[in-house]
C-alpha cells in the first residue's frame, strides 16, 4: 500500500510540476507581449507630444463674467 502512495504521490507531483512549467512558459510569453505593447505607446505619446504644442485660443484662456447673471450680479 506505501509503494502505491508513493507512485501516485511521484505522478502527481510530475503533474503538477509540467503543469507549472506550462504556465510559466505562457506568463513569460504575456509579459513579453505585454512590455511590447508599452513600448509601443510610449513612443506613440512621445511623437504625439513632440509633433504638436497645445494650442490654447483666446476663448478658452478667458472667462465670461456676464454681470446679468445671478452670481456676478450686482444686484440685491
Do not use: H, W
Not at 512590455?35 to 490654447?56: A, C, G, H, I, N
Request: net charge negative; hydrophobic share 30%; with cysteine.
Amino acid at each position: 500500500m506505501l509503494e502505491k502512495m508513493n507512485v501516485t504521490i511521484s505522478d502527481m507531483d510530475k503533474n503538477a510540476s509540467s503543469r507549472l512549467d506550462g504556465l510559466e512558459k505562457k506568463v513569460t510569453c504575456l509579459e513579453a507581449s505585454v512590455k511590447t505593447r508599452f513600448e509601443y505607446v510610449e513612443t506613440d505619446m512621445r511623437v504625439l507630444k513632440e509633433s504638436q504644442p497645445p494650442v490654447v485660443t483666446n476663448e478658452a484662456a478667458t472667462s465670461n463674467n456676464n454681470d446679468e447673471y445671478e452670481a456676478n450680479s450686482n444686484q440685491q
